[in-house]
């Protein structure tokens, strides 16, 4: 038996890990020049913390869940996203409290879980960046997170993506919504799709969600919620619309979006790359407000905002749009060792210049000087240093600098007792 990862996860190796470390670095960087803080929460939950909001008939629930009962008897999941974690440790710890500083911002990288049909962009263990805003009802708390997640999509060096936002109201706007949308679908109830027929009974606005060709022909004819926006929620999306406008922000409103989880309120968004031969996994971030899922949760009424980007998407994008990101890692010094003499001198120097805070290798296999030297080429090495067993009886070792060719031979004890020097003097020569 040959054994494999499990459907639709993927081992990221040395070589791809450098792209994600520097997604996640610019992030944590953005991010916190906006003053969000990490928060890190389990990879798993308590069952009812998601199917409380994310809501009982969402596909992440119904169809979506890894989840198990333990060993005492408890039924957990594995999270499929991570807002209803975020905010179920923002109630349990008691973040809202007036010691902490509001709005209290945090962002979280991690995997997420959903057993979904894999393909390109699509994965059942994904992993997400995402933000979470609590206590601000403001419009420019949407406004400037949206921004945000603009200004990450800039920064990595993408330039094909648009924004698309459209608002869900409040429970009175969903109310009479909901009811404009059952009188529209029932009478053609027969020839919506089966699964749209079920929504229909459970959840009408997941049928403006549906990806079959025949439904969207009818919910492309389907009343808009904007028009059943009541009067605060009517404002708070028009001074979000004003405020992208004066921002000069471009921007397209969908009012048949919806969104598959069911917290949200007011404005929610989406910013979709238009790269090429992405497929239709093409959104890349997603979020929206969220007024009452703290409450739901068990904490006091506050406010939310929030969005989620997908990584795997983001790196398919970088590479569809040919963005160059930085893949090869730096080493300091690489010391090439000849014959089994010189074993313990090498690892007395290798260990020297690491403890000076250079990155420093050397050769363990007693391999020939020419398969280290390649080694050393490989690893991009900045110094080669090169130590025989004719070296090791004359106390001098050769030290190379790979840019300008440039060699001379040192005693040891210069290495032994500031390495810094050497690699100083050998590189900035480099320059002149
Ligand atoms: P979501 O739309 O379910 O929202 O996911 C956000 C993003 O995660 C998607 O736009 C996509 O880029 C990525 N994503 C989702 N599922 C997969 C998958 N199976 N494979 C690869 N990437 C995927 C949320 O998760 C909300 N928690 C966002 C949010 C935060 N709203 C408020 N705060």
């Given amino acids: 038996m040959s054994y494999q990862r499990p459907k639709g996860t993927a081992d990221l190796l040395p070589g791809e890990i450098e792209k994600w470390q520097f997604i996640e670095e610019t992030a944590r960087l953005l991010f916190s020049d906006y003053q969000y803080q990490e928060i890190r929460t389990p990879m798993f939950e308590h069952i009812e913390v998601i199917t409380r909001s994310v809501g009982d008939t969402s596909d992440i629930v119904t169809k979506e869940m890894y989840d198990f009962y333990d060993k005492g008897n408890r039924h957990i999941t594995l999270r499929p996203e991570g807002t209803a974690p975020v905010v179920r440790s923002f109630v349990e710890n008691k973040l809202f ?78 109310q009479n919504y909901r009811q404009a949308l059952i009188d529209y679908l029932t009478p053609l109830k027969d020839e919506l799709s089966e699964d749209s027929q079920r929504r229909l009974n459970e959840n009408p606005l997941r049928v403006l969600d549906s990806k079959d060709k025949r439904d969207k022909q009818f919910v492309a004819d389907a009343p808009s919620i904007l028009d059943y926006l009541s009067e605060p929620a009517k404002k708070h999306f028009d001074e979000v619309v004003a405020m992208l406008d004066a921002l000069e922000v471009p921007y397209q409103i969908d009012s048949n979006m919806v969104r598959g989880l069911d917290y949200y309120t007011h404005t929610i968004f989406e910013i979709m790359s238009d790269a090429k031969g992405l497929g239709a996994q093409n959104t890349l971030c997603a979020g929206g407000r969220y007024n009452q899922l703290v409450a739901e949760l068990g904490g006091p009424e506050t406010p939310g905002f929030g969005f989620a980007i997908g990584m795997e998407r983001v790196l398919l994008v970088l590479e569809a749009e040919g963005v160059e990101l930085p893949t090869s890692h730096q080493l300091d010094a690489y010391v090439v060792n000849l014959g089994e003499v010189v074993n313990l001198e090498a690892l007395k120097v290798v260990q020297k210049i690491r403890q000076a805070g250079f990155s420093a290798d050397r050769d363990v296999l007693n391999r020939k000087a020419k398969g280290q030297f390649k080694t050393a080429d490989r690893l991009n090495a900045t110094l080669v240093l090169t130590l025989g067993e004719s070296e090791l009886e004359s106390g001098m070792i050769n030290v190379k600098a790979m840019a300008t060719r440039k060699e001379i031979q040192v005693p040891l004890t210069a290495i032994y007792e500031d390495f810094g020097a050497v690699y100083d003097q050998m590189t900035k020569e480099e320059g002149e």
């Fill in 97 to 174: 409290g007036p010691e902490y500083t509001k709005p209290y911002k945090v962002y979280y990288t991690g995997p997420m879980f959903r057993y979904e049909r894999p393909q390109k962009g699509r994965l059942r263990q994904f992993h997400q960046i995402g933000v979470e805003a609590f206590g601000s009802e403001n419009p420019a708390t949407d406004v400037e997170t949206m921004m945000m997640a603009l200004a990450y999509f800039e920064q990595l060096g993408m330039s094909e993506f648009h924004l698309v936002i459209n608002s869900l109201g409040d429970p009175e706007t969903r």
